[in-house]
C-alpha cells in the first residue's frame, strides 16, 4: 500500500466500501466538510480511498492499517 492518507484510516481489508467512506469522511477536518468549494476535492479524495482499498483487497493483503 502507498497512500499514506488510507493507511491512516486504518481498516482491515474486510471493511466494507461504505466503511471506507465513513472512515474518509471522518478523517477530514470538519471546517474541510464545511467549504462548499471544495465539494470537487472531497470527491476525489473520497474516490482515491476507495480505490486505494479496491487495490487493497485485490492484492490479497489481510493487515491492518
Known sequence: MTDPAYQRLGL???A???TVLRAA???LHPDTRAVRGFRAARK???WQ???AHVARQA???SSTG
Open 59 to 61: 492484492a490479497g493483503d
Open 44 to 46: 476525489r479524495f473520497y
Open 25 to 27: 469522511v471522518r478523517a
Open 16 to 18: 466494507s466500501p461504505y
Open 49 to 51: 480511498m476507495l480505490c
Open 12 to 14: 482491515p481489508a474486510t
